[in-house]
């Protein structure tokens, strides 16, 4: 049962990218999904959830650049970045919330001019 992330990318500040994450399986199997990211020497941090109901929850500091969202025909959960700014720049994961001990490679973000 897996989860694969893909969809980064470089990106000027001001762009968008949309990250993909595809379940192995159902991904209403996994309930809460969410997307997390990393920066070097930093620990992992919490992005965005979105509960087996469709409840979807953010970090307060990224002041509603964000959207997570899911579509279950394709058992893809997604990641629309708008307005990225060169703090966005991170590997960014997808696993469960809370997560699994198990997580993917991730997909890079960077964000610069």
């Known amino acids: 049962v897996r989860l694969v992330e893909s969809g980064g990318g470089l990106v000027q500040p001001g762009g968008s990218l949309r990250l993909s994450c595809e379940a192995s399986?159902?991904?209403?199997?996994?309930?809460?999904l969410a997307w997390y990211r990393q920066v070097p020497g930093k620990e992992r941090e919490l992005v965005a959830y979105?509960?087996?109901?469709?409840?979807?929850s953010y970090a307060d500091s990224l002041e509603g650049r964000f959207s997570i969202s899911r579509d279950r025909t394709k058992n893809t959960m997604y990641l629309q970045m708008s307005n990225l700014k060169p703090e966005d720049t991170a590997l960014y994961y997808c696993?469960?919330?809370?997560?699994?001990?198990?997580w993917g490679q991730g997909t890079q973000v960077t964000v610069s001019s």
């Open positions: 979105i509960t087996s109901n469709g409840l979807t």
């Open positions: 399986t159902n991904i209403l199997s996994f309930g809460a």
């Open positions: 696993n469960t919330r809370p997560p699994r001990q198990l």
